[in-house]
């Protein structure tokens, strides 16, 4: 793949956005006029839509918090079925992001890859995307906005792997009320920033998902991987692109001695290093996303002008999300032998993850100018010509949608059933009390 060489350009070209916001980040700067257009809902609407969000968004987090509560137990009498229920209640949860960016900020996503993808990002007759990608594999991508993870979490929804993703948290979240128990009860890590203090627990984390066998429901192709099913999302730059992260990124790359980026950050590769270290021969795949957001002028910044307030309330998310994707064969990388690396041999890992970010770096600088990455419209054939033959997606746009409108119910199924057990039980209850009273 041919990338275009990168262009230093100036970042001072934004003026004050002149509502205030509260916004998915740090109020900021943001481009006029807005590159979504105007705003598209009054102040009414966006209020009702407000409360439409809020309230939306409480009745699943708490009903998929009881869902948990309720399922705990099993982990005492079956942990096959425990697994199994609590990759359910994280579908659940895929379900309702999918919802919330269906109704309330729906967008074109526009999805491309490299040769190493050919084959697995197909557009179904109806038009939605599908992904076949595998049942384990460990994804990366830039970060650009603080919804940057309902789009990844939506591509595993297109595999129908949304039960079984893991994502890596700050700490502090872990003590947000309902939300923070329920992403333990999904299995994900919380991190300090402190490595002496996360080594530890990551290790133990990482250790469960590469030895984690089940045979209940939920558990994967069966005589395919014995394994289960685990994506684990990473963002090795470690936080989004904004004023400030860019300022702590510049400073890094001048203490490293190396250029700094214009469209991302510099990756930090620690973690990283760290997962793929104790994943290794349990995951033959590194996915890699580039994400880029229509209509972010340069020098600006997405998290102030995709704020909450313009994409769920105002009406007025980017016009577009492009993601162009690759993999990696982890066999292919410089992982480190033992367990305490070399500095060599932490070096060639840091170059090599260095080298895919300066690519990143490319591929957004050809988005900036031509608004669209590269597509692989190649194909391979087997045998006869037309037999066997795979074809480059080209450009796929799609949406974020559900498949089918009724996947909704099954984020109220259990408390559903629970419900009419007790309303069930509770009249037969009071029949049996008449009987016995007539008698």
């Given at each position: 793949m041919s990338l275009p060489k990168p262009t230093k350009i100036s970042s001072s070209q934004s003026v004050s956005e002149p509502f205030p916001d509260f916004g998915a980040g740090s109020s900021?700067?943001?481009?006029?006029?807005?590159?979504?257009?105007?705003?598209?809902?009054?102040?009414?609407v966006q209020i009702l839509r407000l409360l439409a969000t809020i309230t939306w968004t409480l009745i699943v987090i708490c009903s998929t918090h009881a869902t948990q509560l309720i399922g705990s137990p099993l982990y005492f009498i079956n942990k096959d079925y425990y697994y199994a229920y609590m990759a359910l209640t994280k579908q659940s949860f895929g379900i309702f992001i999918i919802t919330l960016t269906q109704w309330f900020s729906p967008t074109i996503i526009r999805v491309s890859g490299d040769a190493s993808v050919r084959g697995q990002l197909v557009q179904a007759?109806?038009?939605?995307?599908?992904?076949h990608f595998p049942e384990r594999l460990v994804m990366v991508a830039n970060h650009q906005l603080y919804s940057d993870w309902l789009y990844l979490w939506w591509i595993a929804y297109t595999s129908l792997m949304h039960g079984h993703i893991f994502i890596i948290l700050k700490e502090s979240l872990k003590y947000v009320p309902i939300i923070g128990p329920a992403m333990?009860?999904?299995?994900?890590?919380?991190?300090?920033?402190?490595?002496?203090?996360?080594?530890?627990?990551?290790?133990?984390?990482?250790?469960?998902?590469?030895?984690?066998?089940?045979?209940?429901?939920?558990?994967?192709?069966?005589?395919?991987?014995?394994?289960?099913?685990?994506?684990?999302?990473?963002?090795?730059?470690?936080?989004?692109?904004?004023?400030?992260?860019?300022?702590?990124?510049?400073?890094?790359?001048?203490?490293?001695?190396?250029?700094?980026?214009?469209?991302?950050?510099?990756?930090?590769?620690?973690?990283?290093?760290?997962?793929?270290?104790?994943?290794?021969?349990?995951?033959?795949?590194?996915?890699?996303?580039?994400?880029?957001?229509?209509?972010?002028?340069?020098?600006?910044?997405?998290?102030?002008?995709?704020?909450?307030?313009?994409?769920?309330?105002?009406?007025?998310p980017a016009k577009s999300v492009n993601m162009y994707w690759r993999r990696f064969p982890i066999s292919s990388i410089p992982l480190p032998t033992s367990s305490n690396?070399?500095?060599?041999?932490?070096?060639?890992?840091?170059?090599?993850?260095?080298?895919?970010?300066?690519?990143?770096?490319?591929?957004?600088?050809?988005?900036?100018?031509?608004?669209?990455?590269?597509?692989?419209?190649?194909?391979?054939?087997?045998?006869?010509?037309?037999?066997?033959?795979?074809?480059?997606?080209?450009?796929?746009?799609?949406?974020?949608?559900?498949?089918?409108?009724?996947?909704?119910?099954?984020?109220?199924?259990?408390?559903?059933?629970?419900?009419?057990?007790?309303?069930?039980?509770?009249?037969?209850?009071?029949?049996?009390?008449?009987?016995?009273?007539?008698?």
């Open positions: 900021g700067r943001a481009a006029e006029p807005h590159p979504a257009g105007r705003v598209k809902y009054g102040p009414v007759k109806d038009g939605r995307l599908e992904t333990m009860f999904y299995g994900f890590v919380f991190m300090a920033r402190n490595w002496a203090k996360d080594r530890p627990r990551l290790q133990h984390r990482l250790r469960k998902l590469a030895q984690s066998r089940h045979g209940g429901p939920m558990s994967g192709k069966k005589g395919v991987e014995s394994l289960d099913p685990m994506w684990l999302m990473i963002y090795p730059e470690g936080t989004n692109l904004s004023g400030n992260t860019r300022k702590g990124s510049k400073k890094w790359a001048d203490k490293q001695g190396i250029e700094d980026f214009e469209h991302v950050l510099l990756p930090r590769s620690t973690g990283l290093l760290f997962c793929l270290q104790e994943l290794k021969g349990t995951v033959d795949w590194v996915y890699d996303c580039t994400v880029a957001y229509e209509g972010i002028p340069r020098g600006a910044y997405g998290q102030d002008i995709f704020t909450l307030r313009s994409t769920y309330f105002q009406g007025r690396p070399s500095p060599s041999e932490t070096e060639a890992f840091n170059k090599w993850l260095l080298n895919r970010w300066q690519e990143k770096e490319a591929l957004l600088e050809q988005y900036a100018q031509n608004g669209r990455f590269p597509a692989d419209e190649g194909h391979d054939s087997e045998g006869a010509p037309g037999v066997g033959m795979v074809k480059g997606a080209g450009f796929i746009e799609t949406e974020v949608k559900l498949g089918r409108w009724w996947e909704i119910l099954q984020i109220f199924s259990v408390l559903g059933t629970l419900g009419a057990a007790i309303v069930a039980m509770s009249k037969g209850w009071g029949l049996v009390s008449m009987i016995v009273e007539r008698r």
